[in-house]
């Protein structure tokens, strides 16, 4: 009795921790994507619809406050950063890619 409920306790962080790592990826590849975007948003000439979601990921007014937390960019960036630690730390396990 007491192994099937650490079995099912087990399954619970491991799958919470796999949920962690999906959503930690996908906030990385989207960093991945969208810091260059950022970073070359004035010579790449953007349309104003890329344009207006950039100024709403990041405060560019206030860019030197980045870790105010009122930005969404924020939260992505944070998430991409500690999503693997966290996984580590649930499951013991090592993987860089959630499918491993």
Known sequence: MRSKIKLNRSR????????????????????????????????????????????????FENLGYLNSG???AFWVVWIALIHWPLKCIFTGKRGLFPWR
């Open 12 to 59: 619970k962080i491991n799958g919470v921790g796999v949920f962690i790592h999906w959503i930690g990826f996908l906030c990385l590849i989207f960093t991945l994507i969208l810091l260059p975007l950022a970073a070359l948003r004035e010579t790449l000439h953007l349309t104003p619809t890329l344009n207006n979601f950039l100024d709403y990921m990041f405060d």
């Open 70 to 72: 009122d930005e969404p």
